[in-house]
């Protein structure tokens, strides 16, 4: 049974200064005490003290570390100023660092807070589990065996419109076609997912959420009052003609009136079902509160649209895909209830006997409580006798709402042995650093061991944490980690030097646990850089060194860090320059470009696919300032559940900061081991394909060696059979995995939604952002195999089909002068756009950023996929003008140059990059007070923000640190000026402007209402 406590559990200490509140979670925008406490210890940018860092001489010297003041930067003060090349790049001592105090809630540098559950409280964290119901003697099949239809290849998306039964009801015109339904993208004030990781877990389970005290405008329910009239939507009337030609300048359409997002102001409430029905979330950008009241919170699975369609015929006339976005560890709002864990004992949770399909709310029990039918196969199964109950007045067992196995859309099931192929997994980290000659050089190898010295503090410590550690350039050098302390300025280096056929040496003491070399990693940390100073190795063994590590990590399993500067050029998958030849191609005529964006060849897909199967999940931190080939190593992470980081040009002034947020984050956010997911619906539809990264063996199940918080999954569907009208349908991802403290659990997540025959209503109950976020994935998947125009074509082309299919068969405008746009959907052609303009559609781009472009989106969340492609655009130069309570965030600005002053300084930010456009007429006092330089020419070409002493350099930090928690990601920033490449890279990103990589939005709207009536009248 889990204990409060588990071991390698956060530490007693912490547990006590911050007992499990009794309270009701604070609400997280209202409560502006903790959200002043919060930033008052979210300071990631103050200047850092130069103080000399002292020798760790007792490691656990930290345990005693105050929370940090406002003014003392969490970040390691050697990296203040850049590292000299070719002498000792700086080192990074934890006890200086001070983040790993255990005492209140240290919110440092964008991760976690430092003190109480280090894991939030997900399937991760111990959670004692609600009311075990008595043994039950049913036997119950492993997951593996449910019997599926095999998956078919994805169907082409330009699908032929089919006309059946036009359904056509009259329109109704909104008032203010632009004010309904806002496409919100995070209000400012909000307190996200990393801003408060940590929250109490709730004893009242049932509680209806906390009222929003302090709000600026009252909670409303999503979904109540009754859903938007049935033709909702938004004209504009593109100055066309009848003909279809545009009129010369279109300048009819006036750009103000165009849709765009539109932020929302007050946090939605969101019950996932009413009165029997189930509520359509509101948009995954936007600022919610859910109560789980039968479905699945949104946050954990999402359908492209909130009907399901009856038929394929109606489906592929709507032009829509049916998807699912799984986001099965996705992290609650801290006011949200948690994830309540049920332990069926021996026996193991309730499973259909046909499909296996887990118990859930609408599994209907019938016949006296004494059988219930099976909500995915129709199947009726004889109800366990310990899980008898009585059924109520109402149809329902009279103990449904006590068990929330049969109440909430998602629970967790304590695993019993026979989900177990073995013991539960411990947690093995193995750090692998890159020490050739420019890794050393550019201090990167510094940056690594700075940032792992200081991650291992925040390791779990207990007897299921181990570690390992190892380096290499053309060979591979492993440490024995049990070697006596005094011994380590002399470390024991086990060198490895075949790199064509690998082998690990002493393989018990290369991982230890990590209670039992702490002290001696942390001086090895602080070694390695001054060791391989005089290092001329130029070559890169990485095939060969992430197979050793992998060898050493074998028998357990674990997470594989790896820290790559240069392109893998030797041993076992070595690399080859292919940009340089690429550019050869693309002069030669664009044909052949994509295909360096596919994989160099099958060696790295062949050793990923076996770390899989020995559960090992790689993740790949490039810190680099060449091309290093991202096309083929990200392969290894993509297919072990990992993924890859990227620091371009790697700078030591400015990156080393981000690279110990990202590695604290990805080892201390919420996350499982040893994971096998998969999807069940009910009849008459099936999964298609699963999308992310992954390994699959199997075409039902996906494996995931690591599966974290932030990872995505989309799962395609299919029809294959009708679905009755009025009836639900039903989906369910079950997610075996090991906690981190060596629980075995099985999440099951379940969404049922009604089945429609009328086209309207999908498109009304189309969810805009999950949508988005599908041709986002697609798009990512089909570039490395694609001609460039080939892919704009064709997501143009879906666009197109979407909103063909409304305007013939959902509007009935006759004009046709008129662009008819879904009110869900509205905001479809100017995604698109930016679809089509980003960095992973361009031909000029680095290979390698569209490598990690495409990477990037393939696991991305849809909160995140959003604002990737469309960044938000704010004012930060009368950031002071504001009085009073004022959000965080300014007001969004549209992505155009219109909107861009000489004399404003503005901020634009995608999730990844953060940069900041000084126009040339800044008043010279706001850049003193913001940068500390007098003039626009003084604009550092490497920033590093710091908090002055004025309140406008304040309100800048907290911005950017806002976001930072929004996004749950570092961000790297850069400040841009007009004229150089900075402020092209800025301007890249005016989506609404025309420029060389496609049209304005206006002209884009032209366009496609062109192309609607070309098929129209074809
Ligand atoms: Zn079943």
Known sequence: MASHVPPGAPRPASKANNPPSSQPPTNFRANPDSLADNLHNLNFNSAPPRAPSPLPGTPFSRQATQPLPPSVSPFPPTFSHPAPFASRPPLVSSASGGLASTGQPVFASGALPGGQQRFPPLGSAPQPPVRPPPTMAMATATARAHPQPQPQPPTTTSRPLIRSSPIRTPPVQPASPFSVAPQARQPPTTAYTYGQPTWPLQPGQGAPPPPITGSPQPPRMYGMPPPLPNQ???????????????????????????????????????????????????????????????????????????????????LTTSGMQLALMVQPLAIPCPSEETVQVVDFGESGPVRCSRCKGYINPFMKFIDQGRRFICNFCGFTDETPREYHCNLGPDGRRRDADERPELCRGTVEFVASREYMVRDPMPAVYFFLIDVSMNAIQTGATAAACGAINQVIADLPEGPRTMVGIATFDSTIHFYNLKRALQQVYNPLMLVVPDVQDVYTPLQTDVVVQLSECRQHLELLLESIPTMFLENRTAESAFGAATKAAFMAMKSTGGRLLVFQSVLPSIGIGALSAREAEGRTHISAGEKEAHKLLQPADKTLKAMAIEFAEYQVCVDVFITTQTYVDIASIAVIPRTTGGQVYYYYPFSAVSDPAKLYNDLRWNVTRPQGFEAVMRVRCSQGIQVLEYEGNFCKRIPTDVDLPGIDCDKTIMVTLKHDDKLKDGSECAFQCALLYTTVYGQRRIRVTTLSLPCTSILSNLFRSADLDTQFACFLKQAASEIPFSPL??????????????????????????????????????????????????????????????????????????????????????????????????????????????????????????????????GNLVDSDILRQLFCISSVDEIPAQFVLQQYDNPLSKKLNDLVNEIRRQRCSYLRLKLCKKGDPSGMQFFSYMIEDKSSSGLSYVEFLVHVHRQIQLKMSS
């Open 789 to 918: 125009l080939l892919v704009k074509d064709r997501m143009t082309n879906l666009c197109v089909n979407i909103l063909l299919s409304y305007r013939k068969f959902c509007a009935t405008v006759t004009s046709s002068g008129q662009l008819i746009l879904p009110e869900a959907l509205k905001l479809l052609p100017l995604y698109t756009l930016a679809l089509i303009k980003s960095k992973g559609l361009q031909t000029d781009g680095r290979i390698d950023e569209r490598s990690f472009w495409i990477n990037y989106l393939s696991s991305i969340s849809i909160p995140l996929a959003i604002p990737f492609v469309h960044p938000r655009m704010v004012a930060i130069h009368d950031l002071n003008s504001k009085e009073g309570d004022q959000p965080l965030v300014p007001p969004v600005i549209s992505l155009s140059t219109e909107h861009v002053n000489d004399g404003g300084i503005y901020l634009l930010e995608n999730g990844v990059d953060c940069l900041i456009y000084i």
């Open 232 to 314: 909702s939507m938004t004209s504009v009337s593109p100055a066309v003609r009848q003909t279809g030609a545009p009129v010369p300048g279109a300048s009819k359409i006036d750009p103000n009136q165009i849709p765009r997002p539109i932020p929302g102001s007050s946090v939605i409430l969101h019950e996932t079902r009413q009165g029997n029905q189930a509520n359509p979330p509101p948009p995954a950008t936007s600022d919610y509160i859910v109560r789980d009241t039968g479905n699945c919170s949104p946050r954990y699975m999402r359908c492209t649209i909130n009907q399901i369609p009856c038929t394929a015929d109606l």
